[in-house]
């Protein structure tokens, strides 16, 4: 394991963990959490973690990756180059999150995030059986395709399919897919180039 540079006190990083070249911890985070045989937790170069983030077995976090404070990485997720996860988020288990994206917003287990994606909402899996314990099944979850943005508190329920390159506003509650070019504004679907530069996904 190469050294790195910590900010601060209380910093766990367990012995197996993999670590690149200029990597940066802040005070309080634990790098290794939960059992080592869920797989080699790999940080790679140029990466900067904040305080206090939890960063579990399994993870792969690729090069210049931020992960701000307080965050959450799930075992078996991948954070692709130059994304950026913001204060407090929690990407859970088994998500797999592109290069170059934005979240700040939770992610659900299993979630897939594509490249260049701006992510502030929240997803909400449909859990129709509020008679089972929540472990117990593994429901589908979305995934979201290259380009798109999903706005502030906007909630993706069950396993929606999102772009590329769509638009969801602040606050929209999406129960069905949105098609690539196609944003929703007010409950609406309209495509986005009807809207002339209102409003502008990430796709180039």
Request: hydrophobic fraction near 35%; proline fraction near 3%.
């Amino acid at each position: 394991m190469k050294s790195y540079k910590s900010i601060g006190t209380g910093i766990f990083v367990h012995s197996k963990v993999k670590i690149g070249k200029n990597v940066t911890i802040g005070q309080g985070s634990c790098i290794g959490f939960g059992d080592p045989n869920d797989g080699d937790l790999i940080i790679e170069d140029n990466v900067q973690i904040g305080a206090f983030c939890v960063i579990h077995f399994g993870a792969v976090i690729r090069d210049s990756a931020y992960i701000d404070h307080r965050c959450v990485i799930g075992f078996e997720t991948e954070i692709g180059c130059n994304t950026q996860i913001l204060s407090g988020k929690e990407v859970a288990r088994k998500s797999k999150i592109g290069k170059n994206c934005i979240i700040c917003g939770n992610v659900a287990d299993r979630t897939i995030i594509e490249d260049d994606v701006t992510y502030h909402g929240e997803i909400a899996h449909s859990h129709r059986d509020a008679n089972r314990n929540w472990d117990e099944t593994e429901e589908p979850s979305p995934i979201i395709y290259r380009g798109s943005v999903v706005g502030v508190n906007a909630i993706i329920i069950g396993p929606r399919r999102i772009g590329p390159c769509a638009y969801i506003g602040a606050g929209e509650i999406v129960k069905t897919d949105i098609g690539e070019g196609i944003a929703l504004i007010m409950g609406k679907q309209q495509t986005v180039k009807s809207l002339r530069g209102f409003i502008k996904p990430r796709c180039k």
